[in-house]
């Protein structure tokens, strides 16, 4: 993670990832991910199949993630190229910042997952 995306992110998640809601676990990168809200939804019209993200889940860490993405297009040259492939295959704005966001989430996860202690022999 960047340096300027840490204090969003131990603000904006502090809470999911020392006290996550009653009967959530932190157990995986997907459940994080839908405690975050930003778990893939598969959607679909007519012929056109797309996944949008889950509206569930806290809105700050939702938030505190969508500033991580924001903050990571303007000055991560990574990310900047990343946006330009994805565009160029004919993706939305919308559709990269949804696979940024869970990008993000499965690297915060790792950053706030409580650590599992090391059975004794």
Do not use: W
């Not at 992110?9 to 995986?28: F, K, N, Q, W, Y």
């Amino acid at each position: 993670m960047r340096a300027a995306s840490v204090p969003l992110t131990r603000e904006g998640l502090r809470r999911i990832g020392h006290r996550p809601p009653r009967g959530a676990t932190l157990g995986s990168e997907a459940s994080f991910a839908a405690l975050c809200g930003v778990s893939p939804v598969e959607r679909s019209s007519d012929s056109r199949q797309y996944r949008r993200l889950n509206r569930g889940g806290d809105r700050q860490a939702n938030a505190a993630l969508h500033r991580i993405v924001q903050t990571r297009l303007r000055v991560d040259p990574r990310t900047q190229d990343y946006y330009e492939r994805r565009s160029k295959e004919g993706k939305t704005r919308r559709e990269i910042v949804r696979s940024l966001k869970r990008y993000a989430a499965r690297e915060v996860f790792h950053l706030v997952r409580p650590v599992q202690p090391q059975p004794s022999l």
